[in-house]
T-cell receptor
Framework: ELKVEQNPLFLSMQEGKNYTIYCNYSTTSDRLYWYRQDPGKSLESLFVLLSNGAVKQEGRLMASLDTKARLSTLHITAAVHDLSATYFC??????????????FGQGTTLQVKP | KAGVTQTPRYLIKTRGQQVTLSCSPISGHRSVSWYQQTPGQGLQFLFEYFSETQRNKGNFPGRFSGRQFSNSRSEMNVSTLELGDSALYLCASSLPLGGVNTEAFFGQGTRLTVV
């Protein structure tokens, strides 16, 4: 059974600081997704990581994927209050082809304080 | 380009009743998946439909069912509602979710409260 674990589950940080959220998954998968969720809202797609060594950056967020270690990281640089949200990683189950389902981590709630 | 549309946005039902939720995917997307989000269990996969066929099903009781129509719109139904079914139900639309560069786009969700 594919399991996805994030840590930390809660992160309170000061504006301007850097931090990393980790996402481990238990079985082979070659694509990983990061989503953001604001309270009471839906999931917003941040990154799709498709291959080992993939790195993507958008603003103050950078995501990477190491398929051999089954690990993805979401790095936050110089955090600002607007980044306060819950971040989910998800791994596709089903491999290549035209089928699959997303298995989500527990989510990391990020609180950025002024 | 219109996003994923879920209706209704909010719903209050009584235990024992049944409910039907609707999801209209992004135009051109033929894959629709449903997820349940609760504070205790997080985001859990319910089922995936592609071209009117259920391709994957999560570990939920038979009270949870779904279908997809020829225009790719999907509905999910929950019968004999229980208090524990209170959750945010999210629908995701995608091109087949296994192809290169595909990603799932989520609707705003339906907040179901069972009393």
């Amino acid at each position: 059974e594919l399991k996805v674990e994030q840590n930390p589950l809660f992160l309170s940080m000061q504006e301007g600081k850097n931090y990393t959220i980790y996402c481990n998954y238990s079985t082979t998968s070659d694509r990983l997704y990061w989503y953001r969720q604001d309270p009471g809202k839906s999931l917003e797609s941040l990154f799709v990581l498709l291959s080992n060594g993939a790195v993507k950056q958008e603003g103050r967020l950078m995501a990477s994927l190491d398929t051999k270690a089954r690990l993805s990281t979401l790095h936050i640089t110089a955090a600002v209050h607007d980044l306060s949200a819950t971040y989910f990683c998800a791994v596709i189950l089903g491999g290549s082809g035209n089928t699959g389902k997303l298995i989500f981590g527990q989510g990391t709630t990020l609180q950025v304080k002024p | 380009k219109a996003g994923v549309t879920q209706t209704p946005r909010y719903l209050i039902k009584t235990r024992g009743q049944q409910v039907t939720l609707s999801c209209s995917p992004i135009s051109g997307h033929r894959s629709v998946s449903w997820y349940q989000q609760t504070p205790g269990q997080g985001l859990q996969f319910l089922f995936e439909y592609f071209s009117e066929t259920q391709r994957n099903k999560g570990n939920f009781p038979g009270r949870f069912s779904g279908r997809q129509f020829s225009n790719s719109r999907s509905e999910m139904n929950v019968s004999t509602l229980e208090l524990g079914d209170s959750a945010l139900y999210l629908c995701a639309s995608s091109l087949p979710l296994g192809g290169v560069n595909t990603e799932a786009f989520f609707g705003q969700g339906t907040r179901l409260t069972v009393v």
